[in-house]
């Protein structure tokens, strides 16, 4: 452990510095770590690793605020116990083809209500990325730039609170995503709901609850069963401006 190199990003911009610590992580060999020491709670970034780096990484938390976070990050010299396999188990769209109408009827719902289509790609980016679901993250990404969203604000949705790119709208919207995502932790906190409350109206407030319940039951079941990953090809568009 004392051997460790200590990794202080409180100097780095915001935007930065899950790049210098993903850079810094693939630069380990194996059984090797880092100390990193951050400003605020690392959460979002174990959430980030977990999705893109399964299996393959440590954490060991070591000093938990109010002022300075400290946290171990190695990279084991074997997979963690737990760790993925990349083997599809079973193809559940053909083998209940009824489930998969029942899920698309959620999103049927969800598509008819005022809710931007956009924010919607952004929910269903960040609950991909906490439950580690590497096809819906795939699928969402191509789907997002097909749409017209612009691909800085993609690789910044997992530090969304430390990036000026995303809308008091949008905020509330990925706040609300991560605290029912993480349900067990968060309880769904009553000052999340007022922020979410005070950008959408009743009916989208629940067109959006309904979109985080709809992405994580995807996210279940490409996880689950090991859909492949890579094969997706977005046939969205960018809508037409509206004329005036």
């Given amino acids: 452990m004392t051997d460790d190199r200590i990794l ?24 090797a770590g880092f100390e990193l020491v951050n400003d605020h709670d690392p959460k979002p970034l174990y959430y980030q690793l977990a999705a893109e780096r399964p299996g393959v990484f440590t954490w060991e938390s070591i000093e938990e605020g109010p002022e300075v976070w400290r946290v171990r990050i190695g990279r084991p010299t074997a997979p963690a116990a ?54 819906c993250l795939d699928m969402h990404t191509k789907d997002a730039v097909a749409i017209g969203e612009d691909e800085q604000r993609l690789h910044l949705v997992p530090v969304w609170r430390e990036a000026p790119f995303f809308t008091p709208r949008e905020r509330a919207a990925l706040a609300w995503t991560e605290a029912l995502t993480l349900l067990p932790e968060t309880g769904a906190p009553d000052d999340v709901y007022e922020a979410m409350a005070g950008e959408f109206d009743p009916a989208e407030q629940i067109a959006l609850t309904l979109a985080i319940v709809a ?30």
């Fill in 8 to 31: 202080d990003v409180r100097a780095e911009p915001p935007v930065r510095r899950h790049a210098v610590i993903f850079e810094t992580f693939e630069a380990l060999d194996a059984g």
């Fill in 82 to 135: 737990g760790a993925r396999s990349m083997t599809a188990r079973l193809d559940y769209r053909t083998e209940l083809p009824e489930a998969i109408e029942a899920m698309s009827g959620l999103e049927k719902v969800v598509e008819s209500s005022t809710l931007e289509p956009l924010l919607l790609e952004l929910v269903k980016q960040r609950a991909s990325q906490i439950n580690g679901c590497a096809y």
């Fill in 215 to 244: 992405i994580n039951g995807w996210n279940r079941l490409a996880v689950g069963f090991r859909r492949p990953v890579g094969s997706y090809v977005s046939h969205r568009h960018t809508e037409p401006a509206a004329v005036s």
